[in-house]
T-cell receptor, first 116, second 109 residues
Framework: DAEITQSPRHKITETGRQVTLACHQT?????MFWYRQDLGHGLRLIHY???????NKGEVSDGYSVSRSNTEDLPLTLESAASSQTSVYFC???????????????FGPGTRLLVL | DAKTTQPTSMDCAEGRAANLPCNHS???????VYWYRQIHSQGPQYIIH???NNETNEMASLIITEDRKSSTLILPHATLRDTAVYYC??????????FGQGTELSVKP
């Protein structure tokens, strides 16, 4: 079955280190998204991509970067991890080949990141 | 995207219908209403979406008022496994979803 996976599921790192979170989907979806969720808050969009070589900033993109070299993967990099980036990170994908207004986003299981 | 307003929390008895309201008074004519839910510690899960007409699928029903300023998600026979945070989202910008705080639904035995 097609799916979307994230790795690692849990990560502890130190302030200042570079961290990369992986997201892999097997639906062949063009659109991929990264969100973060902090305790007591909804999801906030970090970065998104509409296809290979396309990346865009979301509402909370400072300190994060993404690259899209193939359809299946959108890794999220924290250039220099900060304690404020301790959060749960969710990746999602959707199929853009139909009306974008009717797209369904499929979410991964999340990565819990702790920055000490 | 239109702003949505949802109650912070609701309770529902197991086996009864759960009716979750959402106000989206600034929604544009071509914007859909989407509902997702997030069970504790899991990624959000799509439930249903609609534009004008009421919609039903295997998970839920979506009732949209005629003026489209509000909607109600109905879980016809709530179970304990329906305990989750339910997000109502009005419109999307090129496929991007803007999540609010959602409604925390507790289904009680």
């Amino acid at each position: 079955d097609a799916e979307i996976t994230q790795s690692p599921r849990h990560k502890i790192t130190e302030t200042g280190r570079q961290v990369t979170l992986a997201c892999h989907q097997t639906w062949n979806h063009n659109n991929m998204f990264w969100y973060r969720q902090d305790l007591g808050h909804g999801l906030r969009l970090i970065h998104y991509s509409y296809g290979v070589q396309d990346t865009n900033k979301g509402e909370v993109s400072d300190g994060y970067s993404v690259s899209r070299s193939n359809t299946e993967d959108l890794p999220l990099t924290l250039e220099s991890a900060a304690s404020s980036q301790t959060s749960v990170y969710f990746c999602a994908s959707s199929d853009s080949r139909r009306d974008y207004r009717t797209e369904t986003q499929y979410f991964g299981p999340g990565t819990r990141l702790l920055v000490l | 995207d239109a702003k949505t307003t949802q109650p912070t929390s609701m309770d529902c008895a197991e086996g009864r219908a759960a009716n979750l309201p959402c106000n989206h008074s600034t929604i544009s004519g071509n914007e859909y209403v989407y509902w997702y839910r997030q069970i504790h510690s899991q990624g959000p899960q799509y439930i249903i979406h609609g534009l004008k007409n009421n919609e039903t699928n295997e998970m839920a029903s979506l009732i949209i008022t005629e003026d489209r300023k509000s909607s109600t998600l109905i879980l016809p026979h709530a179970t304990l496994r329906d305990t989750a945070v339910y997000y109502c989202i009005a419109g999307n910008q090129g496929g991007k979803l803007i999540f609010g705080q959602g409604t925390e639904l507790s289904v009680k035995p």
